[in-house]
């Protein structure tokens, strides 16, 4: 008995040692005679999969895709530095890119694609371009709150009107994200200001933007502080079951902020052509719609509008406002936020 | 030849040179992490040692500390009571209890903390069920409370499944001898389990430690700043202060190795000769709080998680049904990720154990500085973070040896895994080790049996489930291991931690959720296949 069990142990490690090294050698066979590019990809296969198909099926081209977080595959990247495998790197924000960008890891993309957008989506040196972006936005109830009574500015929010009515998703990175361009454009005494006032008008923390619309959608908070697509994916799913809409503030008021998606290509590349070629069918009228109509992100490409159920874009993205010191700044954000009280509430 | 078995009993003997080789060997290979982090922290800008002693390090230092320390305390407690409940009394459904309480083990760290969190919040399924029962749970988890009680029940089978493989061949004549002597079960537990249990519960323990100091999903969920908190967050812009906190994570960690060595060492142990299955403890009028303990535990720990995610799931379902957008997942998401997800980490605890079985050897028989070195190298490498691993492995892989064609390849991904979790199996192997009986050894030595075959027919068979136990830790923990799958596997390797976590990235909450309830059901079934069914069997 107790030997025909160590022959079964045997028999299983045995196989599954086999089935690895199987496994091992035709992961490692290479593919066959057709052009390959390798993308490093920080946004989801869930959003840019369908892209990277279509790419496929039009150009007969592999694409070989490392999915993972920006910041990691960026690091990733620098630690491969010569030998990295990638040609191409998407990234959540211009952060990683710039970073990749710092370590003189990226090619010039060519002038035709980067002039798919304004300048203010695409890096001053022209290596990376922006293909999409997410805004921050106000999230109401539809039931509790007309359209006409809805603020123009975030500053409008520590007023006696927004008492205990609003939600903050204080320790999420895009809020962060938000909250660091706001103090560079206010400074740090207005913007301390700003958050204490919250505070003290009794704002919600919740720790995530979907948990936000969710709450204001059945009225058990009245407005939100979040990404613009959280709304748009319940919606898709709820239809009007969902109690909840987006609110753009005024233009040029603070509270709207265009987070981009990036796009870039490694300086190693061996195929840099071919790599430039993906970056345009990112941004090419196609994808750019498809982005907008099915995933609800702006499009950024000129001359593409967003799907009409999106706000009005906000006029600053992240990537237009300079940061010298990355690091320090979201340290300091992260100080002020974690001052503030505003995660206790 | 009388004269070596005297002094190979009196563990004086020079270990042989094979298994110096092998053990060198190992260290240096499970060294690659932490020389990569040394080795990043010097050349990586200056002012390190600034950094060190600064207060934006020793604040997230000392908040590390405490939380590694009440979550070990914790888990100890909860791990070792469960073990003695399961596997010495007559605890009504025990074959259940068995199989549950080392599961929790299984949920990767984000998912199961924003599964439990959400649940117990208002709103979540479990906040909204007990309250049916008219108890009004107010429960926002967070902090150091919210990190710790997350923790403690994510870490507690780090404790339970070496602690009851022990006890499950302990000889039960002592107990035995006790009770009939008069001693109540407090006290049988007091004076015979719990010192013949304790380096077990000091190995586990150890690892909840570690764990609990390199973890990041619970304790950014929790918004906790420790040491791996501000790693991450300083990761790809401030790395001289990252690699700089790496350190002194890595330090801490040694340290706490070396304090777990001598308490180990202090500990008695008693071979196991020839086991029976012990006589139940009866539980009487105590069954009624101990199966209510079982069930808190693990229904915090693994059904409410489950619970919310099943609620996730089920709203995916309804929508579905509703006309809404439907399920975004089909069979190939399931299927492929799946197998791959059974097959790696059998062979990465295979391996496991195969990798640590000389330092077990060189440490319990022959008792030398050197094995206590390399065991130091072994376990501390568990506090590295999974991200500094798979880094050092990619810097290794491709500019520090000859092997850069392997880059992308599986060998290094399990190798990643190897390195990253043999740790949990090197302590469970060396109290596997030693409960050999030399004298036993010595009796097949003597009657020319080889070493092979000693291995085989006298050593492995009674070292079986103590061994299981570790491979087991290692096995479930590669199943949810996220940071070096991501960033070495071959590209297009999918497992289901993957699968889980390109749902959760794309806010598809009902697809994770039921996936990560597919990573629950399958590492279950495979507890009960590889460990449990093992352990209780040769008990």
């Known amino acids: ?345 | 030849m009388n004269e070596e078995v005297a002094r190979h009993r009196a563990g004086a003997g020079r270990p042989p040179r094979s298994l110096i080789s092998a053990n060198l060997l190992i260290a240096v290979l499970f060294a690659i992490p932490g020389g990569y982090v040394v080795w990043r922290t010097a050349t990586t800008g200056e002012g390190q040692l600034a950094t060190i002693a600064s207060r934006s390090t020793l604040e997230p230092l000392w908040r590390t500390i405490q939380l590694g320390f009440l979550v070990s305390v914790a888990a100890a407690l909860t791990g070792t009571g469960l073990a003695w409940l399961t596997t010495r009394t007559d605890l009504p459904m025990r074959r259940f209890w068995r199989i549950a309480v080392p599961l929790p083990l299984v949920y990767p760290s984000f998912v199961g903390a924003s599964a439990l969190q959400s649940g117990l919040t208002p709103g979540g399924i479990v906040h909204d069920l007990v309250s049916v029962t008219g108890v009004g749970l107010d429960l926002r988890l967070h902090g150091l409370f919210g990190a710790w009680l997350v923790l403690t029940l994510f870490t507690y089978p780090y404790v339970y499944l070496p602690v009851a493989a022990r006890l499950s061949t302990l000889p039960t004549s002592l107990e035995e001898n006790a009770r009939l002597l008069g001693d109540r079960p407090v006290q049988v537990f007091r004076k015979i389990v719990l010192p013949q249990a304790s380096s077990s519960i000091a190995a586990g323990s150890l690892l909840v430690f570690l764990y609990t100091v390199s973890d990041f999903g619970a304790v950014h969920l929790m918004r906790f700043e420790t040491l791996t908190q501000t790693i991450f967050r300083t990761r790809l812009f401030d790395q001289n202060r990252s690699f700089t906190l790496a350190l002194v994570l890595l330090v801490l960690a040694l340290v706490v190795v070396a304090a777990e060595r001598t308490v180990a060492r202090r500990g008695s142990r008693t071979h196991v000769v020839g086991s029976r299955p012990a006589l139940p403890i009866p539980l009487g009028p105590w069954s009624v709080p101990a199966l209510v303990t079982c069930s808190l535990v693990v229904g915090l720990a693994l059904f409410s998680p489950a619970l919310s995610l099943a609620d996730w799931g089920l709203s995916g379902w309804t929508r579905q049904l509703r006309g809404g957008a439907g399920l975004r997942l089909d069979l190939n998401d399931l299927v492929g990720p799946t197998w791959n997800t059974v097959w790696i980490s059998v062979v990465a605890a295979t391996l496991a154990i195969v990798a640590v079985m000389p330092v077990a050897y060189l440490l319990t028989r022959h008792n030398s500085r050197v094995g206590g070195l390399i065991n130091g190298v072994v376990v501390a490498g568990f506090a590295i973070p999974g991200l500094v691993v798979a880094l050092s492995l990619i810097f290794w892989t491709l500019h520090a040896s000859p092997f850069d064609f392997l880059i992308g390849t599986l060998p290094v991904l399990v190798f990643a895994y190897v390195v990253h979790f043999g740790a949990q199996a090197v302590r469970t192997a060396q109290v596997a080790v030693s409960t050999v009986p030399p004298r036993m050894e010595d009796a097949a030595r003597l009657l020319g049996a080889g070493r092979l075959r000693r291995l085989r027919t006298v050593e492995l068979p009674l070292m079986a489930p103590g061994l299981a136990a570790g491979g087991g830790l290692v096995m479930l923990s590669t199943m949810k291991e996220l940071p070096a799958t991501l960033l070495v596997s071959p590209i297009g390797f999918r497992t289901l931690a993957v699968e889980i976590w390109n749902t959760y990235e794309a806010a598809y909450l009902p697809e994770m959720a039921l996936l990560a309830l597919v990573l629950v059901a399958i590492s279950a079934l495979m507890t009960w296949m590889l460990i449990v069914r093992r352990v209780t069997y040769l008990a």
Not at chain 1, 46 to 75: C, H, M, Q, W
Not at chain 1, 125 to 133: C, K, L, N, P, S
Not at chain 1, 268 to 275: K, N, V
């Open chain 1, 1 to 345: 008995m107790q030997n025909r069990h160590h022959h079964l142990t045997t028999v299983l490690a045995t196989t599954l040692l086999l089935t690895a090294l199987v496994a091992g050698a035709t992961s490692c066979g290479g593919d066959d005679d057709g052009q390959t590019l390798t993308i490093y990809s920080g946004r989801s296969e869930k959003l840019v999969g369908p892209i990277f198909a279509e790419f496929e099926a039009v150009t007969g081209v592999t694409l070989d895709v490392r999915y993972g977080s920006s910041n990691d595959l960026a690091l990733a990247i620098s630690t491969e530095g010569d030998k990295t495998p990638a040609d191409v790197f998407l990234s959540r924000s211009p952060g990683p890119a710039g970073y990749l960008d710092d370590q003189g890891m990226l090619a010039p993309i060519d002038t035709k694609t980067l002039e798919r957008v304004d300048p203010g989506d695409r890096s001053p040196d022209g290596t990376w371009v922006g293909f999409a972006g997410r805004a921050r936005v106000l999230v109401y109830n539809i039931d509790e709150v007309a359209e006409a009574d809805l603020p123009g500015s975030v500053f409008d929010l520590t007023g006696p009107g927004y008492q205990n009515l609003v939600a903050v998703p204080g320790s999420n990175s895009s809020f962060q994200d938000w909250f660091t361009v706001f103090r560079l454009r206010n400074g740090d005494d207005m913007a301390v200001r700003w958050l204490d006032d919250m505070v003290a008008n009794g704002a919600r923390f919740y720790p995530k933007n979907r948990a936000i619309v969710e709450a204001v959608g059945r009225n058990e908070i009245r407005f939100g502080l979040v990404n613009h697509y959280y709304n748009h994916q319940e919606v898709a799913a709820n239809g009007d079951a969902q109690r909840s809409a987006n609110h753009g503030f005024n233009q040029g008021d603070d509270g709207g902020l265009m987070i981009i998606a990036t796009a870039a290509i490694l300086d190693q590349s061996d195929d840099r052509e071919l790599a430039n070629r993906l970056l345009t069918h990112l941004l090419s009228d196609s994808q750019q719609r498809y982005l907008t109509d099915t995933v609800y992100e702006y499009p950024l490409a000129i001359g593409v509008d967003a799907a009409e159920t999106l706000p009005p874009a906000p006029a600053d993205t992240v990537g237009a406002v300079q940061i010298a010191d990355v690091a320090a700044e979201f340290t300091r954000t992260i100080e002020i936020i974690e001052a503030s009280g505003i995660l206790d509430q």
